[in-house]
């Protein structure tokens, strides 16, 4: 083979068989500056948004917070030094057409991807939804049992609310209202299998039961028994619905007519089952889906209502019920959220009933010495047994 000494002794092609490759088109003039005006307007449009009238965005239904105020900037030198912070989180939980983008954000994850848009809702089958905040995650795969210290602290504590208020001649009545998993783990993906066999529920159930002589209620089930003939929880919804509110009633009412006799309890036969518009619950709204996944709404009207009168008080969900055509005097009722659809059942039972919003740590005695009520009824769901024992 021939050494080539120099690049002159390389082979050259002939000038008509080189092939130059074309260069790149570049865009019309005013092509580019339209595509520059549409970036430009596309950036400006959520905060020209903000600027108009009437724009407020105080509440995220998606995210169930309140969001973040326009901060405030004061004369001393810490609020100057924290108002870019807060100026950035505030725009970034107000900025203009937030909700609809959330929304089709949540229809492209929900609908294309079959996934949660929202780190506390997980997507179960045929359409159910469950909460997945801390404490449902706990409660669903019974991932932190019980010691025996935290039974025994738990006995002491409903033991000690249960004897100061027998002392006074007041009944105690501690009612467990059971997470929607529990009662429809059929529909719970796979991945959130237990962990440890039993759930803090069951653990404090059996303990009480075995070494207590509380008067307290596990409706697991009997909502498991009702939910053979009808959809007793909303699948877009962390709560029950009238159907299972009417269960919880009827087992309460029975522990109530155990020390108060005189108590007649209702019967399913005596309302008729009306279906409303159908709503959105509150874990659609946290997809950012409201409106596009709907429940069934059922509703029980009582054929012969009693006339019971229901009003607000307070800056803690309160409630004041009265009836006078009521067998029972007075009774306070201490609840979450799942206590409200028992509003209308119980309320018919006492002449004055007083609703306060309060979880399974509170106790309010100065407001139960003041009503001086026959009957405590304690209500919380089961996975705010997930926290600490209360003291």
């Known amino acids: 083979m021939e050494d080539l000494k120099s690049a002159d002794d390389l082979p050259r092609c002939p000038d008509d068989e080189l092939k130059v490759l074309p260069s790149r088109k570049s865009l019309n003039p005013y092509s580019e500056i339209v595509l520059v005006m549409l970036f ?15 724009y407020s965005n105080h509440w995220s239904a998606a995210e169930q917070a309140t969001l973040a105020p326009f901060p405030k900037i004061g004369p001393d030198l810490a609020t100057i030094k924290a108002f870019p912070h807060s100026f950035k989180r505030y725009f970034q939980e107000n900025f203009g057409f937030r909700k609809p983008l959330l929304y089709w954000h949540g229809v492209f994850k929900y609908s294309w991807l079959k996934v949660s848009s929202s780190p506390f809702v997980i997507l179960g089958q045929g359409g159910w939804l469950f909460f997945a905040d801390e ?71 059996e303990y009480l039961e075995a070494n207590s002589r509380l008067a307290i209620i596990d409706l ?3 909502l ?35 020390w108060y006799p005189q108590i007649q309890l209702r019967s ?8 409303a518009v159908s709503k959105s619950g509150d ?39 009265q009836c006078q055509e009521a067998e029972l005097s007075t009774a ?40 001086r009520p026959q009957v405590v009824i304690h209500e919380f769901v089961e996975r705010l047994l997930a926290g600490a024992t209360p003291p």
């Open 332 to 371: 306070v009722i201490l609840r979450d959220s799942f206590g409200n659809a028992l509003i209308p059942f119980l309320s018919e039972h006492f002449r004055r009933a007083i609703y306060l919003w309060a979880n399974v740590y509170a106790f309010p005695q100065d407001i139960i010495q003041r009503e």
């Open 135 to 205: 404490a449902s995650m706990e409660s669903l795969r019974c991932s932190k049992p019980f010691t025996n210290e935290q039974l025994a602290q738990w006995k002491r504590t409903l033991e000690l609310r249960n004897e100061v208020l027998s002392k006074d001649g007041m009944k105690y009545l501690v009612v467990v209202v059971p997470d929607k998993h529990t009662i429809y783990p059929e529909y719970v993906p796979s991945a959130y299998a237990r962990i440890n066999e039993k759930s803090r529920r069951e653990q404090l159930i």
């Open 40 to 54: 430009i307007i596309s950036i400006s449009l959520p905060t020209a948004r903000m600027a108009l009238p009437g």
């Open 220 to 222: 697991t089930e009997p």
């Open 283 to 321: 874990l659609a709204r946290m997809l950012g889906l409201e409106g596009l996944l709907t429940d069934k709404l059922p509703q029980l009207v009582s054929q012969v209502p009693r006339n019971t009168h229901v009003t607000s008080f307070g800056s803690l969900h309160g409630y004041i019920a």
């Open 224 to 258: 498991k028994k009702a939910k053979t003939a009808n959809e007793i929880y909303f699948r877009t919804d962390t709560h029950w619905n009238d159907l299972g509110a009417f269960v919880a009633y009827q087992e309460i009412g029975r522990q109530i007519g155990n």
């Open 268 to 275: 399913r036969s005596e309302f008729n089952l009306a279906h």
